[in-house]
Nanobody, 127 residues
Framework: QVQLVESGGGLVQAGGSLRLSCAASGRTFSSYAMGWFRQVPGKEREFVAGISWSAGNTLHADSVKGRFTISRDNAKNTVYLQMNSLKPEDTTVYYC????????????????????WGQGTQVTVSS
């Protein structure tokens, strides 16, 4: 079992910044591809960013490119999502996800490509 514990969410004004953290258990964290998703109630979970096990491959959704940056520190078993220039439309619950063994042939943007999920952390951006 892999446990993902998210932190860093909160309330921020438009234009501000937050850094989300996702701490993962397990000694094989470095082999996990990781992703961040967000989900508004009643809508499908939306891909935000993904990072390969080696950190050599990162993906960011068009809606957050230039504003959000995913990174990882395998020594700390932690994945980060640095969120800058936040907009009110970024308001929702953000989830950390892990794909044990990497993405393989599965698309990183699909929730079903991941087999472990965090509990979610709320991000609220006021105007």
């Amino acid at each position: 079992q892999v446990q993902l514990v998210e932190s860093g969410g909160g309330l921020v004004q438009a234009g501000g910044s937050l850094r989300l953290s996702c701490a993962a258990s397990g000694r094989t964290f470095s082999s996990y591809a990781m992703g961040w998703f967000r989900q508004v109630p009643g809508k499908e979970r939306e891909f935000v960013a993904g990072i390969s096990w080696s950190a050599g491959n990162t993906l960011h959704a068009d809606s957050v490119k230039g504003r959000f940056t995913i990174s990882r520190d395998n020594a700390k078993n932690t994945v980060y999502l640095q969120m800058n220039s936040l907009k009110p439309e970024d308001t929702t619950v953000y989830y950390c996800a892990a794909a044990s063994g990497g993405w393989g042939n599965l698309p990183p943007t699909f929730p079903l490509s991941y087999n472990y999920w965090g509990q979610g952390t709320q991000v609220t951006v006021s105007s």
